[in-house]
């Protein structure tokens, strides 16, 4: 199983952009999905989660409001749209693939990861 992030990029506080990450193989509906990201000089961090069907999402309280998670099954895509973005919200996004029931708000609940994507906010 391969997962591609992309979406990344420079976009001003305030702005908008839509991560996308792609997973490889035939299984995609059966993982949970999640965002992580880690921003210069910290820990990576949970950032949102999607259930296998889509009709379940958690979000840190730190985006709640502004990200939202979503994913296309039919497509193998999770997404995570952000809205409002502010320069604290930079960071390098991850994207992650859950194979088993567990904690998908912490690292260890997660099997595959995607290389990451540069977000940067500036002010």
């Known amino acids: 199983v391969q997962l591609q992030a992309s979406g990344g990029g420079l976009v001003q506080a305030g702005g908008s952009l839509r991560l996308s990450c792609a997973v490889s193989?035939?299984?995609?509906?059966?993982?949970?999905m999640g965002w992580f990201r880690r921003a210069p000089g910290k820990e990576r961090e949970f950032v949102g989660t999607i259930s296998r069907s889509g009709d379940s999402t958690n979000v840190a309280d730190s985006v709640k409001g502004r990200f939202r998670i979503s994913r296309d099954n039919a497509q193998n895509t999770v997404y995570l749209q952000m809205n409002s973005l502010k320069p604290e919200d930079t960071a390098v996004y991850y994207c992650?693939?859950?194979?088993?029931?567990?904690?998908?708000?912490?690292?260890?609940?997660?099997?595959?990861w995607g290389q990451g994507t540069l977000v940067t906010v500036s002010s």
């Open positions: 193989g035939r299984t995609f509906s059966s993982y949970g």
């Open positions: 992650a693939a859950a194979r088993y029931p567990g904690d998908w708000t912490r690292i260890t609940g997660y099997y595959y």
